[in-house]
């Protein structure tokens, strides 16, 4: 399959997931270019921005691995080609 680059964004709403999420990211490390995160320590809330290239199932699987734990909102966008 062809490689994209694409975003991933993870919204953490709870950051006692924190170590799952950081579990499923390191699973997927081959993928991810980039990685940035924002604590929001007075409301228990975490950003992460992961700049991803892979191919279309990989980045797939990262982000459904990563919206699987609760707590956790994702949302992709990858190049078309």
């Known amino acids: 399959m062809e490689k994209r680059i694409g975003t991933v964004t ?5 950051r006692a997931v924190a ?3 950081n579990s499923a990211i390191s699973q997927y490390a081959d993928i991810v270019l980039a990685r940035q995160g924002l604590p929001f320590h007075d ?4 950003v992460i921005a992961l700049i991803v290239e892979g191919d279309v199932n990989q980045i797939n699987a990262l982000s459904g691995k990563l919206g699987k734990i609760d707590n956790v909102e994702v949302k992709v966008v990858v190049t078309k080609s």
Do not use: N
């Open 10 to 14: 993870v919204l953490v709403k709870d």
């Open 19 to 21: 170590p799952l999420v």
């Open 43 to 46: 409301r228990s809330v975490a």
